[in-house]
């Protein structure tokens, strides 16, 4: 039987845990870190908006993003876990995932998630518990991983 894996993010930190088993206890086999997640949002933009005429009365705007920088960064850091899972499981390296994100994260993991990792997501809660303990962690998911 091939490992549980757990997958337990916030905007900057992702943790992946295993578990043999449903009784087993959790072993951390992977971190992941945002280092951009910690920065304020002017750091993350290298210039002013770029600026648009709007073609009849000749006035110019500034354009603006539908995403904040800061938004857009947790975006690409939910991607590239996705990217990396989805790597994984191609890998026949785990069977089923479980997915323990910070809310607003959550919802950024699974626009990320491609549809053959949907596939294998068996649980799915939205709390940030990222900083807990393997044994914390435990206790958030339910009592039987299978």
């Known amino acids: 039987m091939k490992p549980i894996w757990i997958l337990v993010a916030d905007s900057s930190t992702a943790r992946i845990l ?7 206890e959790l072993i951390e086999i992977q971190d992941f870190f945002h280092d951009e997640a910690f920065q304020h949002e002017h ?4 210039d002013q908006p770029g600026r648009g005429n709007d073609g009849t009365s000749g006035g110019n705007h500034a354009y603006t993003g539908d995403v904040s920088p800061k938004e857009q960064e947790s975006i690409d850091f939910a ?3 996705a990217k990396h899972l989805n790597d994984e499981l191609n890998q026949n390296k785990f069977e089923s995932l479980f997915v323990v994100a910070a809310p607003g994260f959550l919802g950024e ?3 990320s998630f491609s549809k053959s990792l949907e596939k ?13 303990t393997p ?12």
């Open 43 to 46: 750091e993350l933009v290298s």
């Open 79 to 81: 991607k590239r876990l």
């Open 18 to 24: 295993t578990a043999e088993n449903s009784a087993s």
């Open 135 to 146: 044994k914390e962690i435990r206790k958030h998911l339910p009592h039987s991983l299978t």
């Open 109 to 111: 993991l699974r626009n």
């Open 120 to 132: 294998h997501i068996t649980f799915s809660l939205g709390k940030n518990i990222v900083t807990h």
